[in-house]
C-alpha cells in the first residue's frame, strides 16, 4: 500500500510539473497568435455562461482570470497526474512510452469527445491540422513530463526505465556497498 501512495505522489508531482510545462506552452501558443484564448480560460467562460453571466463572453481576459483558470488547471494536472501514477504500477512500458501514452489519449479524449460536447472546443473536424498538431504535442509533452517526473520521485525508479530494478541494478548496488569503507 505504500508503494501505491508513493506512486501516487509522484505522479501528482509530474502532473504538477507537466501542467506548468504546459501552462507555458499554452501562453506561447495565445502569444503567438496559435490559440485566441487558452483553453483553461475557456473552460472559465464556458462554466461562467452555463451558471447565467453571459456577458462576461464579451469582456476581455482580466489577469485574475487567467490566473485562476491556469490554477484551476494546474490543479487538474496534478490530479490527472496522481491517476497516472496510481496506473503507473500496472503497465510495463518505460516512463516516456507510459506518459506519451497518456498524455495524447488525453488529448483525445479532451479535444475529440469531451471538449465538444461540452462545446468548450471546436469539433475536431473543424480545427485545422496545424491546431491538432500543437495540442497533441503539447499534451505529448505533458505526458511525458509526467512519467519522467513520476517514475524519479518514485522509490521503484531505475535506469532501464520501467520503474522495476532489475538483477543487474541490484549487483550493481551491491558493488558499490562493497566498495565503500
Not at 12 to 17: I, Q, T, V
Not at 42 to 47: D, F, M, S, T, Y
Not at 134 to 161: D, Q, T, Y
Amino acid at each position: 500500500m505504500q508503494s501505491m501512495t508513493r506512486d501516487i505522489a509522484a505522479g501528482a508531482a509530474g502532473g504538477l510539473a507537466g501542467g506548468i510545462v504546459m501552462s507555458g506552452a499554452m501562453v506561447m501558443a495565445e502569444h503567438f497568435g496559435l490559440e485566441p484564448m487558452t483553453p483553461p480560460v475557456k473552460v472559465g467562460r464556458w462554466a461562467s455562461y452555463h451558471a447565467g453571466n453571459r456577458e462576461r463572453l464579451k469582456e476581455d481576459v482580466t489577469v485574475r482570470e487567467e490566473a485562476f483558470a491556469e490554477t484551476g488547471h494546474l490543479v487538474a494536472s496534478a490530479a490527472l497526474g496522481a491517476a497516472f501514477g496510481a496506473l503507473r504500477g500496472q503497465v510495463a512500458l518505460p516512463p516516456v512510452v507510459s506518459g506519451l501514452a497518456f498524455g495524447l489519449g488525453l488529448y483525445a479524449i479532451n479535444y475529440g469527445a469531451l471538449g465538444p460536447a461540452l462545446t468548450v472546443t471546436k469539433k475536431p473536424w473543424n480545427v485545422s491540422p496545424v491546431q491538432h498538431a500543437e495540442r497533441a504535442a503539447i499534451h505529448a509533452v505533458f505526458g511525458m513530463v509526467i512519467g519522467l517526473v513520476a517514475n524519479a520521485l518514485s522509490k521503484g525508479g531505475s535506469p532501464n526505465g520501467n520503474g522495476r530494478r532489475g538483477r543487474g541494478d541490484e549487483r550493481h548496488r551491491r558493488d558499490e556497498t562493497r566498495r565503500r569503507p
